[in-house]
C-alpha cells in the first residue's frame, strides 16, 4: 500500500511538470494550428538559461522562472516574425510548418550543443535532493515544489484565458480563427500573443526541468512524442486536458518504471501515442479543440 | 446619389498565389440590397473577403464613407462599420447561441449595453431565445443562418455582407432567409448579398452586380439586370431571348 | 438609369473563358532526358580505376555515402513525395536493414551483400505493418507518429542484449586490400541507389503511382474514384522501407559495425526529408540532386567547422530556408517556371 502511495505521489509531481512542458504546446497548436516540434528543444532553452544563471550566480532555479520565462517568450516573438508569420495564410500550412519547426528543433539543438557541449546538465539547489518524509513514504521537495508550481502557473493561465479579454479572444480564436477575425478579434496580434506565451512557458517549464531531470540538448528528441501524446490525450488545444493527460500518464509511467522497469517507463508514452492512433482513426489533431 | 462604399478595380488573391479578383468594381448604396451573381469559383467570396479585408489588395481601392479601407485588418473594418457573414457562416460550433451573440459584440466595450443588445436580438428572434443555452453546432442549417445574420446586428453596422445565406437550405427556410435580411434593410442597414440563385437574389434586390472570372461584367438596377437577355442566357440559365 | 450589356463585354468573358479551359488542358510537354542518369552511373562505375593511379578511397567513400542517401532519399520519396506522407522516422529501416544483415553476417559470415535484398523485404514488412497503425491518420498526426516510431525503435535497439544494445557489435572485416576493400560495398550501394531511382520511376508512371499522386491531392476524392487508399499508402510505405532496408544493411557491413547511435538518428531521417524537400518532393531527380547537394555541405560544415553540432545548426537552417523559400526545390520550382533543363528531367 505504501508502496502504490509512493509510486502515486512521484507520478502526481512529475506530471505536474509534464503537464506545464505541455500546455504552451497545446496552446499554441489551439491558437495557430501549429504543432511545434521544436517546443521541448525551447524547454531546454529554458533550462541552459537556469543553469548559467546557478552556476554562475548561484540564483536559485525557482527564482530564475521568470527570468527564463520572459526571455523565451521574447525568442518566441522573433521566431514567430521571422518563421510563421508569412506562412499563416499558406495552402499547406499545418505540414509545411511541422517540418518548418522540426527544422527549428534542429537548429535549437544545434546551437545550443556548440554553445554548450551534449554534456548532461543538472542544476542542484539544496531542495533538489531533499525530501519529506510522512512514514514510510518520501517526497523529494524538488519534484513537490516543480509540480506544485507547475501547477499554479497552469492555474493562473486558466484563469486568465477565462476571464480577461484576452483570454476570451485567445479561446475564441482557437475555436474558430476565421469568426474570431470577423468580429473583430486581431487574430495576428493573438497569434504573436500566444506564442510568445506558449515558448514563454516553455522557459519556465525549463527553469523547473533543470533540477528534476538532467539535460543535454539533444534531449528534446525523447520529450517531444512524450509531450504530444500527453497533449494528445487531453485534446490538442484544452490546456484543463494536457494536465489531466499529463498526470494520468506519468502516473502510469511511474508504475510502469517501479514494476517492470525504468527504461520501460519512457515507452509508456509513445505507446500510448500508438494507442490512441488505433482509437482515434480521425487523427490526432482530428477534433476542433476543445475550451480550456 | 451619395455612396456609401465604392470598390473601383480592385485586384486580390489567395496569399502570393494568383489574382482571383481582377478588376471588380461596385457601387454600394446606402439602404438598399445589393445583389452579386455569378457562376461557381467566379470569385464572389473572394470579392467580399477583399473586402473586409481577410484578403490584401494588390490593386485598387476600397473607400468607404471617403475613407480608404486598403489594407487595414478585419477586425479595424469591422469597427469601421462593414460586417461580413461568410459561405461558412462562422459560428463558434462550440458556443452556445448567448456566447455566440456575446462575442458578436466583442468590440463593444460597455458590457451593460452589449447584455441590453443580446437582450433586444433575443426579443426579435424567438427561435434564438427558445435555444439561448444550445451549442451553435447542433442547431439546423437555417437556424445558424439566422444566429449568424442575427448576431451581426449587435454592433449596428452600416453595411452587413452575406455570401450565400441560402446555402444548403430546403426552400421555405430560404425564404425566411429572405425575410430577415429585408427586415434588416428595413431598419437602415445596407445589404451586400452574394446568392447563388440568381433569379431569387436579385428579386429581392435593389442593385444588380454581375461578377464572372473575377471582374464585375455588369452593374445596374437589379431590375435591368434581371430583364437583360444575355445576363439571362449566360447566368440565369433562361433560353427564352436569343 | 438603364444600363445594358455590352456585346463586347459578353463575348470577352466568353473568350477568357475558353482560353481558361485551354490553359487547365494544355500538357506540359517537355523531353526528358534519361541518357543522363545513365551516363553518370557509367562514369561513377568506372570512377574506381582510379585507384590504379593513386589512392582515392575518400573519393570513393563520398560517392558511396551520397549512394547510400540516393537510395534512401528516393524511397522516401516514394511515401512522403508521390503518397505525401511525410515520415521523420524512415532512420527504423535503415537500422532494421543494418541491424537484419549485420547479424546474419555476425553469426552465419553471409555477406550483407547477399542478404540485402532479404533485409528490404524485412523493412518492408515492418513498415507494412507500422503503416497500418499509422496511415490511418495525415499530416501533422502522421509525422508525429513516425517521430514515436524511431524513438520505440531507438529504445528496443538499446536495450535489447542480442544485438548488442547500445555498444552495438563489431562486424567481420573482408579480407581485401585497403586500396580495394571499399569496391564491394562502392558497386552495391551504386546498384541499390540505381535500382532505387529505376524503380521510382517506374512507380511513379504506374497505375500505382498515379493513385498515389491522386490521394496525395485529395484523399477522399481518389477513394472515391475507386482507388483503395489505404492498400495504396500501405504498399507505397512497404515500398519505402525496402530501399532504405537495403541500403542500411551495405552500410553496416561497410562501416563494420552496428550502434542505434548511428543507424537510429533522427538526423538520418531529417536527411532524407531535407534532401527530397532541396531537390524537389516527387520528382525523380530531385532526391538525387538533393542528397549531393547535403552530402556536399555536410562536407563543407564538418570540414570548415568539425563539429557536429554544428552539422546540426546547419541542417536545420538549410531546411528553414530550404522550406520557406523553395517548397516546391529545385527541380520542382525550376519546373515551375519551365526553366528545367533538359539534363535534370528524369519524370
Ligand atoms: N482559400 C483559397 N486559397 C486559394 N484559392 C482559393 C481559396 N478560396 C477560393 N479560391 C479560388 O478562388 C476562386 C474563386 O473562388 P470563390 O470562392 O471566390 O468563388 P465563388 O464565386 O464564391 O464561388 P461559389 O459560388 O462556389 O461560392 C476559385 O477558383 C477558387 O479555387
Ligand atoms: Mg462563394
Not at chain 3, 541499390?192 to 497505375?207: D, E
Not at chain 3, 548511428?262 to 530531385?286: E, P, Q, R, Y
Not at chain 3, 562536407?299 to 537552417?317: D, H, K, W
Amino acid at each position: 500500500m505504501a508502496e502504490i502511495l509512493q509510486i502515486l505521489i512521484l507520478g502526481l509531481a512529475l506530471g505536474g511538470v509534464i503537464a506545464l512542458m505541455g500546455s504552451g504546446l497545446s496552446l499554441v497548436f489551439g491558437v495557430m494550428r501549429i504543432v511545434n516540434l521544436a517546443h521541448p528543444a525551447l524547454i531546454i532553452g529554458g533550462a541552459y538559461i537556469t543553469y548559467l544563471a546557478f552556476k554562475a550566480f548561484d540564483i536559485d532555479p525557482i527564482a530564475m522562472l521568470p527570468v527564463a520565462a520572459v526571455t523565451m517568450a521574447a525568442v518566441g516573438v522573433v521566431l514567430y516574425r521571422l518563421l510563421f508569420q508569412r506562412e499563416a495564410r499558406s495552402a499547406k500550412y499545418s505540414e509545411m510548418t511541422v517540418l518548418l519547426t522540426f527544422a527549428l528543433a534542429m537548429m535549437v539543438e544545434g546551437l545550443l550543443g556548440s554553445l554548450f557541449t551534449n554534456t548532461q546538465r543538472v542544476t542542484s539547489p539544496d531542495y533538489a535532493t531533499a525530501a519529506f518524509f510522512i512514514g514510510d513514504v518520501f517526497i523529494p521537495k524538488g519534484q513537490l515544489y516543480a509540480g506544485l508550481v507547475s501547477l499554479a502557473i497552469i492555474a493562473a493561465l486558466s484563469l486568465f484565458l477565462k476571464y480577461s479579454r484576452l483570454g476570451y479572444a485567445i479561446r475564441a480564436t482557437t475555436q474558430n480563427r476565421e469568426a474570431a477575425e470577423l468580429l473583430g478579434v486581431n487574430v495576428q496580434f493573438i497569434s504573436v500573443l500566444a506564442f510568445a506565451i506558449g515558448i514563454g512557458l516553455a522557459g519556465a517549464a525549463g527553469s523547473l526541468v533543470s533540477f528534476v531531470f538532467s539535460f543535454f540538448p539533444a534531449k528534446h528528441w525523447e520529450w517531444i512524442a512524450m509531450l504530444m501524446s500527453v497533449v494528445v490525450l487531453g485534446g490538442m488545444g484544452s490546456i484543463l486536458g494536457t494536465v489531466v493527460g499529463a498526470l494520468i500518464l506519468s502516473v502510469v509511467a511511474a508504475f510502469v518504471g517501479t514494476w517492470i522497469g525504468a527504461t520501460w517507463s519512457t515507452l509508456t508514452f509513445f505507446l500510448a501515442l500508438f494507442i490512441i492512433l488505433l482509437v482515434r482513426p480521425q487523427g490526432l489533431f482530428g477534433e476542433k479543440p476543445e475550451m480550456a | 446619389m451619395t455612396k456609401l462604399l465604392e470598390v473601383t478595380n480592385i485586384t486580390a488573391g489567395y496569399g502570393d498565389g494568383p489574382a482571383i479578383i481582377d478588376g471588380a468594381h461596385l457601387t454600394v448604396e446606402p439602404g438598399k440590397v445589393h445583389c452579386i451573381i455569378g457562376p461557381n469559383g467566379a470569385g464572389k467570396s473572394t470579392l467580399l473577403k477583399a473586402i473586409c479585408g481577410m484578403l490584401s489588395i494588390r490593386k485598387g481601392d476600397v473607400v468607404f464613407k471617403g475613407e480608404r479601407l486598403n489594407g487595414l485588418r478585419p477586425d479595424q473594418i469591422l469597427r469601421k462599420g462593414i460586417c461580413f457573414v461568410p459561405q461558412e457562416r462562422a459560428l463558434f460550433a462550440k458556443m452556445t447561441v448567448r456566447e455566440n451573440l456575446r462575442m458578436g459584440g466583442f468590440i463593444l466595450d460597455d458590457k451593460k449595453e452589449l447584455e441590453r443588445r443580446i437582450e433586444g436580438i433575443l426579443e426579435r428572434f424567438p427561435i434564438l431565445r427558445e435555444r439561448a443555452d444550445q451549442h451553435a453546432g447542433t442547431m439546423s442549417g437555417g437556424q445558424q443562418q439566422t444566429l449568424a445574420m442575427a448576431r451581426t446586428l449587435i454592433i449596428k453596422p452600416d453595411i452587413v455582407m452575406l455570401d450565400e445565406p441560402s446555402l444548403g437550405l430546403a426552400p421555405k427556410v430560404v425564404q425566411e432567409m429572405f425575410d430577415i435580411m429585408k427586415m434588416m434593410s428595413a431598419e437602415g442597414v445596407t445589404v451586400l448579398l452574394v446568392e447563388q440563385n440568381a433569379l431569387m437574389g436579385l428579386k429581392n434586390a435593389d442593385w444588380g452586380v454581375v461578377l464572372d472570372l473575377g471582374r464585375t461584367l455588369f452593374e445596374g438596377p437589379a431590375a435591368t439586370v434581371l430583364a437583360d437577355p444575355r445576363i439571362q442566357e449566360l447566368y440565369l440559365g433562361g433560353k427564352k431571348a436569343a | 438609369m438603364t444600363v445594358t450589356l455590352q456585346d463586347s463585354s459578353a463575348s470577352a468573358v466568353i473568350e477568357a473563358r475558353r482560353t481558361y479551359n485551354e490553359k487547365l488542358s494544355r500538357k506540359t510537354d517537355q523531353t526528358r532526358a534519361t541518357w543522363f542518369p545513365l551516363a553518370l552511373l557509367a562514369l561513377l562505375a568506372a570512377l574506381p580505376l582510379l585507384q590504379f593511379v593513386g589512392n582515392y578511397n575518400y573519393v570513393l567513400h563520398l560517392v558511396l555515402f551520397t549512394a547510400s542517401y540516393v537510395a534512401m532519399a528516393s524511397s522516401w520519396n516514394i511515401l512522403g513525395g508521390f503518397a505525401g506522407y511525410v515520415s521523420l522516422g524512415h532512420a527504423v529501416f535503415f537500422g532494421v536493414g543494418g541491424y537484419f544483415s549485420g547479424m546474419l553476417l555476425a553469426r552465419y559470415g553471409i555477406s550483407t551483400l547477399i542478404t540485402a535484398p532479404l533485409a528490404g523485404l524485412v523493412a518492408a514488412a515492418i513498415g507494412y505493418g507500422v503503416g497500418l497503425v499509422t496511415l490511418k491518420v495525415r499530416g501533422p498526426s502522421f509525422i508525429i507518429s513516425s517521430i514515436a516510431l524511431l524513438m520505440i525503435a531507438r529504445i528496443l535497439f538499446d536495450n535489447w542484449h542480442f544485438i548488442g544494445g547500445a555498444n552495438g557489435l563489431t562486424l567481420p572485416t573482408n579480407d581485401l586490400t585497403v586500396q580495394w576493400a571499399k569496391l564491394p560495398y562502392y558497386y552495391a550501394m551504386l546498384a541499390i541507389a540505381a535500382f532505387t531511382v529505376w524503380s521510382a520511376y517506374k512507380i511513379k508512371h504506374s497505375k500505382f503511382g498515379l493513385g498515389l499522386r491522386a490521394l496525395s491531392k485529395d484523399e477522399i476524392k481518389a477513394e472515391s474514384a475507386g482507388i483503395d487508399t489505404r492498400f495504396y499508402k500501405v504498399v507505397a510505405f512497404a515500398l519505402s522501407a525496402f530501399f532504405v532496408g537495403m541500403a542500411g544493411a551495405v552500410w553496416g557491413e561497410y562501416l563494420t559495425y552496428l550502434r542505434p547511435n548511428i543507424f537510429l538518428l533522427i538526423l538520418v531521417s531529417a536527411n532524407m526529408v531535407l534532401m527530397c524537400i532541396l531537390g524537389g518532393k516527387g520528382t525523380i531527380a530531385g532526391p538525387v540532386i538533393g542528397a549531393i547537394l547535403i552530402v556536399a555541405l555536410n562536407e563543407l560544415f564538418v570540414a570548415t567547422m568539425g563539429a557536429s553540432e554544428i552539422n546540426i545548426l546547419g541542417t536545420g537552417l538549410v531546411m528553414a530556408i530550404g522550406l520557406m523559400f523553395f517548397p516546391l526545390g529545385l527541380v520542382g520550382t525550376l519546373a515551375r517556371s519551365g526553366k528545367l533543363p533538359r539534363i535534370l528531367n528524369w519524370d
